[in-house]
């Protein structure tokens, strides 16, 4: 049971470039969620989808997409990447609240 | 808005000593709550969660919390803090839209 799977877990991005990572859940959970987590800031939501085919904003949306074609796999998308969006990303997937982490990926923006 | 927080970035205390993080809801329901760990370079692992009932929670590695309403409060503790339990300590919780918010964080450093 792999639980939660990012990837990639490193990347180097230069300013513009365009970049998806992806998570994966085998949990079945309904409930998937992108988080971002810079030093002093705790882990704030980006994005969320509460099922397949949906998915919602969170409290720092801009200069991200994401999309949840497959109830198991929630894509997040930087289609312009800025050194802002320097930061370690975590997905996360649910069930009635309890959320199941994968190990994160460092995305550096140069 | 509905939140958490965490009015302490860094606590350190002394190893065999009690520790108190301290965590603030705002939420208009009963929201489920949930404490969370993070060592350094891992993702969050949970510690305990209340959805309801019982206000005192127990947990993993021998942390408790305590719902109190009246206060607005879901504080974690544990009675003789080891020095393994130093890391980052989060306060979550799910509104009525499913969406799982997190805390600022709070820093527990150990002395020995």
């Known amino acids: 049971n792999a639980g939660v799977t990012q990837t990639p877990k490193f990347r180097v991005l230069k300013t513009g470039q365009s970049m998806t990572l992806l998570c994966a859940q085998d949990?079945?959970?309904?409930?998937m969620y992108w988080y971002r987590q810079d030093p002093g800031m705790g882990l704030r939501l980006i994005h969320y989808?509460?099922?397949?085919?949906?998915?919602a904003k969170g409290e720092v949306p801009d200069g991200y997409n994401v999309s949840r074609l497959k109830k198991q796999n929630f894509l997040l998308g930087l289609e312009s990447a800025a050194p802002s969006q320097t930061s370690v990303y975590f997905c996360?997937?649910?069930?009635?609240?309890?959320?199941?982490f994968g190990q994160g990926t460092r995305l550096t923006v140069v | 808005a509905q939140s958490v927080t965490q009015p302490d970035i860094h606590i350190t205390v002394s190893e065999g000593a009690s520790l108190e993080l301290r965590c603030n809801y705002s939420?208009?329901?009963?929201?489920?709550l949930f404490w969370y760990v993070q060592s350094p370079g891992q993702g969050l692992q949970l510690l305990l969660k209340?959805?309801?009932?019982?206000?005192l929670v127990q947990g993993i590695k021998g942390f408790e919390a305590e719902f109190k309403r009246s206060q607005s409060s879901f504080n974690l503790r544990k009675p003789s803090v080891h020095w393994s339990d130093a890391a980052e300590y989060f306060c979550?919780?799910?509104?009525?839209?499913?969406?799982?918010?997190f805390g600022g964080g709070t820093r527990l450093m150990v002395k020995p």
């Open positions: 979550a919780g799910v509104n009525a839209g499913n969406m799982l918010t």
């Open positions: 209340y959805f309801s009932g019982d206000t």
């Open positions: 989808s509460v099922g397949e085919g949906t998915t």
């Open positions: 949990m079945n959970h309904e409930y």
């Open positions: 996360a997937s649910s069930r009635q609240g309890e959320a199941f």
């Open positions: 939420y208009g329901a009963t929201p489920y």
